[in-house]
């Protein structure tokens, strides 16, 4: 399954619940973004699943050679985003109910 497939099958997942905005529903930043309550937990961003995670989540994630931390574009990586390897084994809808707990959290 393509990596844009994963993320379609992750929106239908989480679309629905309670505070749960899709894609689309905002333009600029975050277009292809999951909200929770107006902040972004999942996107879709060059072809890779991003999530906002807590700093330690994202060392772990990182130093396992899950992925990398996200930089959106401006010259320095985000310490509590992830931008997950699309070779990772790890579960896309798992990952996402860390990050949405996370922003429900803040």
């Known amino acids: 399954m393509s990596p ?7 929106v239908d997942e989480f679309t629905g619940r309670p505070g749960i905005t899709p894609p689309g529903a905002t333009g600029g930043f975050g277009r292809s973004a999951l909200r929770a309550h107006g902040r972004i937990f999942a996107m879709f961003v060059r072809g890779r699943l991003v999530l906002k995670l807590p700093r330690a989540r994202v060392d ?4 396992g050679g ?3 931390r996200f930089d959106a574009n401006k010259g320095t990586p985000m310490k509590e985003w992830l931008a997950l390897d699309p070779g990772s084994t790890l579960s896309w809808s798992a990952l996402a109910e860390e990050a949405l707990e996370f922003v429900g959290r803040k």
């Open 4 to 10: 844009e497939q994963r993320f379609e099958d992750l």
């Open 60 to 63: 772990e994630l990182v130093d």
């Open 66 to 68: 899950h992925g990398v």
